[in-house]
């Protein structure tokens, strides 16, 4: 994962960086997701659905433990989705970036999902 977060940041400021220094006639707006979750069209097993970032949600509902450390703060990919397309409407500040994520700064106890599935 740190290489993942390190391109990320990386990436940001690269693009900060040819702003700044090419002054080109158009803005750039980055959208920094955190953990994207949402549904798997593809799964086909309860098993496919432990695996990659997804497991976050599911495993807790399905009784099972994640050998590592949760991330709090997710976002839903279909909140991700609009948010690219909101990024596109000219009363959007240009030249900035927005954090998209979901639960504020406190995020979300995994623990307690699956007591919310079963209300």
């Known amino acids: ?23 080109p006639h158009f803005e750039i707006i980055n959208l920094l997701p ?18 990659g970032t997804r497991a976050l949600a599911m495993a807790p509902i399905l009784g099972h433990q994640i050998e590592f450390p949760l991330v709090g703060v997710q976002v839903h990919v279909d909140d991700v989705a609009r948010s690219h397309i909101d990024a596109l409407k000219t009363s959007v500040p240009e030249d900035a970036d927005y954090i998209m994520s979901s639960d504020g700064i406190e995020g979300i ?7 919310m599935v079963k209300k």
């Open 1 to 23: 994962m740190e290489a993942y977060w390190a391109s990320k940041a990386f990436s940001r400021i690269t693009a900060h960086n040819f702003l700044s220094e090419r002054e």
């Open 34 to 51: 955190t953990v994207v979750i949402g549904p798997d069209e593809l799964a086909t097993s309860t098993a496919s659905l432990l695996t």
């Open 109 to 115: 106890e995994w623990d307690s999902v699956k007591d």
